[in-house]
């Protein structure tokens, strides 16, 4: 499979919302580039993820208005991250090990690389699954 950077690189430029921005706001931005999450910086630093999730549960359900509420409190602040060196395989068994949809990727210094998301990972897997299946039609073949 292609290592995570390959698959980050390939990626429209990172989205992100700063935690005093309002949930309507990064509702705005969901929609606009038709993602599920956002990473919510700080000073140039990673701090929550906001995600469709998020607004459902915690805005939606208990009756919270959009328009008036900041990030900050309903983004998820403990997230599982990972670098360049997990594969796909492992970065799968994170999301289904901690519900999660969507991974923020770090580089060396910890700066935000990218997100991938559950469906980069398959899309990736049945590529390679693809490829495979196509390599072993054609050796039977010939």
């Known amino acids: 499979m292609r290592p ?3 698959l980050i690189d390939a990626k429209r430029p990172l989205v992100s919302v700063r935690p005093d921005d309002t949930v309507f706001a990064a ?3 969901l929609a606009q580039f038709n993602i599920g999450a956002l990473p919510v910086m700080e000073n140039g630093r990673l701090v929550g993820m906001f995600s469709e999730r998020d607004y459902a ?3 939606i359900l208990v009756g ?3 328009k008036d509420t900041p990030v900050r409190e309903i983004m998820s602040d403990k997230i599982s991250c990972v670098t360049l060196k997990e594969t796909v395989e492992e970065c ?3 999301m289904t090990d901690k519900h999660v949809r969507h991974l923020p990727v770090l580089g060396a210094n910890n700066e935000l690389l990218g997100i991938l998301s ?3 990972l398959v899309k990736e897997t049945i590529s ?3 490829f495979t299946i196509d390599q072993l039609v ?4 010939n």
Not at 138 to 141: A, D, E, L, S, V
């Open 138 to 141: 054609h050796y039977i073949q």
């Open 118 to 120: 559950i469906g980069d």
């Open 57 to 59: 549960r915690k805005i």
């Open 27 to 29: 509702l705005a931005l």
């Open 4 to 6: 995570l950077k390959q």
């Open 92 to 94: 799968m068994a994170l």
């Open 128 to 130: 390679e699954q693809k």
């Open 64 to 66: 919270k208005a959009s």
